[in-house]
């Protein structure tokens, strides 16, 4: 079984477009997160959600919009897609919230290629 | 200085070498140390944490050094399949909680 699963993998759309990614775990952790890596390969944290609320929102555009219906999934919505937004999307997470060692499990990426 | 720097390599050894790989971090009040292994073209996973008095897992050793802000991982005996990315993880607290920052990876490649 898949802990945490992307879909779709890989996604490719033109500027100006609205597009979601979707993200699920089951592994019943309480915390999920939205990373972005870039063609540099520099993995960066965008948002993460604990119990369904936004605890951490670093400085991404308002364009970018996580959703969590339920515990178990943690939604990127993107709007007005821009070239700058292609990059791997992974969406990982980790059993809690807090500052102590705790390993985060990734999913396996969403590949987005905006022309 | 840069929250956590790696040098990126790419390391090129031959199978059965010792390679050593450093880390640096900004935050003095960072509690939390890591090391991820990302393949390419795919997701990072956990390798390791790095515990304050050092730490081995088979061919693995991590060592930190608080004192300097610096990690390190030593890979003995390397194999071709330990080919990947090695990324240095540390969390900074305050601000966003539990806030893991990722270095940009040194690159490992194993040759015959």
């Known amino acids: 079984d898949t802990a945490v699963s992307q879909t779709p993998k890989y996604l490719v759309t033109q500027m100006g477009n609205d597009k979601s990614i979707k993200c699920e775990q089951n592994?019943?952790?309480?915390?999920m997160y939205w990373y972005k890596q870039d063609s540099k390969k520099f993995l960066k944290i965008m948002f993460s959600y604990n119990n369904k609320e936004l605890i951490i929102n670093e400085t991404v555009p308002n364009r970018f919009s996580p959703k969590s219906p339920d515990k178990a999934h943690l939604n990127l919505h993107i709007n007005s897609l821009e070239l700058g937004d292609s990059a791997v999307y992974f969406c990982?997470?980790?059993?809690?919230?807090?500052?102590?060692?705790?390993?985060?499990?990734f999913g396996p990426g969403t590949r987005l290629t905006v022309t | 200085r840069k929250e956590v720097e790696q040098d990126p390599g790419p390391f090129n050894v031959p199978e059965g070498a010792t390679v050593a790989f450093n880390c640096t971090y900004s935050?003095?009040?960072?509690?939390?140390f890591f090391w991820y292994r990302q393949d390419c073209r795919k997701e990072p996973k956990l390798l390791m944490s790095?515990?304050?008095s050092g730490n081995e897992d088979g061919r693995f050793t991590a060592q930190l050094n608080r004192a300097s802000q610096y990690i390190s991982l030593l890979i003995r005996d390397s194999k071709l399949s330990d080919s990947a990315t090695y990324l240095c993880v540390v969390n900074f607290p305050g601000g966003s909680q539990g806030n893991l920052i990722f270095g940009k990876g040194t690159k490992l490649s194993v040759k015959p």
């Open positions: 935050n003095s009040a960072s509690q939390s």
């Open positions: 592994l019943g952790h309480d915390t």
């Open positions: 990982a997470s980790s059993p809690e919230r807090t500052m102590s060692s705790y390993e985060q499990y």
């Open positions: 790095v515990y304050s």
